[in-house]
Structure formats: C-alpha cells, structure tokens
C-alpha cells in the first residue's frame, strides 16, 4: 500500500481491531494515523470492533485484555465517527454497482467522499477501493 504520508484515513473494523490488539502487521497502519490529518470511521466501525472483541474474548484470545479498554481504545482512534444515516445512500449505490454488501460499501462511500485511504485488512474490500477511489 503505497499512499501519502498525509493523507486523510478512514479505518475499518479489520484495521481497527488489529491496531489494539497490537497486532504487528498494523504498525504500518499506525504510521499512517499518525501522520493522517484528520482519520474518520462511519459509526457502524464500533458496532463491528465491539463485535469482534465479544467473539475474542468468549473464545479466549485476548489474554488479559479488557474488551471495554480496547474499545475505548478504538473510539480514540478516530478524529470523527460519520452517522451512517449521512453515508447510505451513496453505499447503497456503490453496494448495487459492485454487488457487495452496502456495510462494507459505508466505509468506501466515506473514503470517496473524503477522498481519503482506506485502511483495512479486508483483502476483497481493498481491491474493491482500488476501483473506486481515487
């Protein structure tokens, strides 16, 4: 991922999740928030992070972790967190034009929007902003 150094991010619930968790393969990602002027999220990104940490934890694989700190974690993450209700038009269409589900489908609508990168770790939904952002 070869991007500005200064670019505005929107971060989805797969790059979240692997950036508190400290996951190692997110550090590159890190560098980019830091860097990042502003870094955004639609809303639903916190309902898929809580999400996934209740899967983590029922099943043992946040050791010592408290998923409500790692939330929190993630919340501080973000600059601004975008209503849905503001992006779902725009991903409906995009959801329809390239036959994807319209919640993945938020996070590309406000990286258009922004004109901003898309950080994620979601292989099929990178490939699907290589084809509709700039």
Do not use: F
Not at 30 to 59: C, D, G, Y
Request: aromatic share 2%.
């Amino acid at each position: 991922m070869t991007a500005p150094s200064l670019a505005t991010c929107v971060l989805d619930a797969s790059a979240v999740v692997r950036l508190i968790t400290g996951d190692p393969e997110a550090s590159q990602w890190a560098q980019h928030i830091e860097r990042a002027p502003l870094v955004l999220a639609p809303e639903l990104m916190l309902s898929e992070v809580a999400n996934t940490l209740w899967k983590l934890h029922r099943t043992g694989h946040l050791s010592a972790q408290d998923p409500q700190e790692l939330l929190a974690d993630a919340r501080d993450l973000m600059d601004q967190i975008e209503p849905d209700r503001h992006l779902q038009v725009e991903a409906l269409a995009l959801a329809c034009h390239l036959d994807h589900p319209v919640y993945d489908c938020l996070y590309l609508a406000l990286a258009r929007r922004e004109a901003a990168l898309l950080l994620t770790a979601d292989q099929r939904l990178q490939k699907l902003a290589s084809k509709v952002l700039p």
